[in-house]
């Protein structure tokens, strides 16, 4: 597919031509399957729906067709290539809001709720008594269930977002461009998040 001539290819679709247009469109998936490897190593579940990101790449390019201004002096080759790279990482972008929005099944309550890496989930909830419970072990455990249960029932979804993306080591501001949102909103979920785990009693 290299040697094809994308510029004419572009003029003679332009013309109306159906075997130029199957030609650019031959292109673009030639074109998506040399770049797409690089993006599928940041994320194992790319590479079951491959097929599925590959089709979705190429519709975006072909309905981006039609937008090219040769009078910008960009090549068709090389706005062809800027499509494909802006829409593989929206593509990435949006796997990965929807597994932290997925995910969100059981907490690691040792993970920190607090920018610094100074205060974990575990560590909001007040309970001075517990170091000198005999069974501490045990103890610890059903603390640590009934705190998942508190999350679920207690946090909104975004704030369940967040705590499972604090999990998964992301900070804050990485996780504010993953949700496509406010840094800001982050921060006060995590201000409403610490806020709530501190009112949880838990039973002896």
Do not use: T
Request: hydrophobic share 35%; charged share 30%.
């Amino acid at each position: 597919m290299d040697g094809y001539d994308i510029e004419e290819l572009y003029y003679l679709y332009r013309q109306g031509s159906l075997v130029a247009e199957a030609l650019l469109i031959k292109y673009c998936y030639w074109q998506v399957e040399l770049m797409l490897p690089a993006y599928y190593f940041y994320n194992e579940n790319y590479r079951n729906e491959r097929d599925d990101c590959i089709q979705d790449v190429v519709i975006r390019c072909v309905k981006n067709l039609d937008s090219y201004r040769p009078d910008k002096g960009m090549l068709v080759r090389s706005y062809l290539s800027l499509i494909i790279k802006r829409a593989i990482s929206s593509i990435l972008v949006s796997q990965k809001r929807k597994l932290i929005k997925e995910k969100i099944i059981c907490f690691s309550l040792n993970s920190y709720c607090s920018e610094d890496c100074k205060i974990s989930y575990l560590d909001v909830v007040k309970d001075d008594r517990i170091e000198y419970q005999p069974d501490i072990q045990i103890l610890q455990q059903q603390h640590k269930k009934d705190i998942q249960k508190y999350i679920l029932e207690k946090c909104s979804p975004f704030e369940q977002s967040v705590i499972k993306g604090h999990e998964c080591g992301y900070k804050d501001i990485e996780l504010a461009k993953i949700l496509e949102l406010d840094v800001k909103k982050v921060y006060n979920a995590n201000y409403r998040i610490q806020k709530k785990m501190s009112k949880l009693k838990l039973i002896d």
